[in-house]
């Protein structure tokens, strides 16, 4: 049987609460870098439909816990729990080829500078995850193109990335991480570098993009405007969580 690379992901089971079910669920969390504590004991959970800001002062973690929750660092203890498509998958316990397959299909990224390969087109750029979860090129060119479109980039499709400006690069990144049809959305300081109307448009994007979708977004800022635009806000000191709570 051909498994669809995009194909939905199953009904969230059923639950009581308003929000949606628990997508991703971290608890316990240590990481090191080699003498220095970076995460003490974190337990975050996150559900679909949620928007969750990482606050903090510099150095508190906030990098580190993104990168646990989406498994690009494996904890030294505790664990972080996803519901896929084929049921719960523990991301600690799987091999680093399991865990990259993971993250590929469950996760979008997008960083500071969009993290765009500057040499490609925009639509090449987009079209990149799909090229490495087994699309043929030509429907991952085609797929790139509409994701452009529904951002309001179809004009720039064809440029290269350092024709853009960074408001426009951010929403080609943001399409990027949609590509896969991912269902966490993990951001670290996306709108850092831009100015504050570029950054409010360009969060408008990301959250139409994601919660309105029914996607979980994780964002890690230091701009206490863009905190108050998420469902909630966990605050880190000294790799603890010293607030975790909604904004409204
Ligand atoms: N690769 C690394 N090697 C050693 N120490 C690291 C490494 N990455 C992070 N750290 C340390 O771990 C702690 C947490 O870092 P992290 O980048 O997660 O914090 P942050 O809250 O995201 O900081 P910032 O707001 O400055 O980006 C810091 O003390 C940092 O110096």
Do not use: W
Not at 38 to 48: F, I, K, N, S, Y
Not at 130 to 159: N, Y
């Amino acid at each position: 049987m051909t498994v669809d690379p995009l194909s939905p992901a199953l009904p969230a089971p059923q639950q009581s609460s308003p929000l949606g079910a628990v997508r991703l669920s971290a608890t316990g969390l240590r990481v090191r870098y080699g003498e220095a504590v970076a995460l003490d004991g974190v337990d975050v959970e996150v559900r679909d439909g949620e928007s969750v800001a990482i606050m903090g002062p510099s150095g508190s973690g906030k990098s580190t816990l993104l990168y646990a929750m989406a498994g690009i660092i494996r904890p030294a203890e505790g664990t972080v729990t996803l519901r896929t498509r084929e049921g719960a998958e523990e991301l600690g316990s799987l091999s680093d080829a399991a865990r990259s397959a993971v993250r590929l299909r469950e996760f979008g990224f997008v960083f500071q500078q969009g993290m765009l390969i500057p040499e490609l087109t925009a639509t090449e750029n987009v079209a990149i995850p799909l090229l490495l979860i087994g699309m043929g090129k030509r429907a991952a060119m085609e797929r790139a193109t509409s994701l452009l479109e529904d951002l309001g980039l179809s004009g720039l499709a064809g440029r290269r990335i350092g024709q853009l400006s960074g408001g426009q690069a951010q929403r080609v990144a943001i399409a990027r991480a949609r590509a896969t049809n991912a269902q966490v959305v993990c951001a670290d300081e996306p709108t850092g570098a831009l100015d504050s109307k570029t950054a409010s448009e360009v969060l408008d994007v990301l959250l139409a993009e994601t919660t309105a979708q029914g996607r979980a977004l994780i964002i890690v800022t230091h701009d206490e405007d863009v905190a108050r635009r998420c469902s909630r806000v966990v605050r880190l000191r000294d790799g603890r969580v010293v607030v975790d709570g909604e904004t409204r």
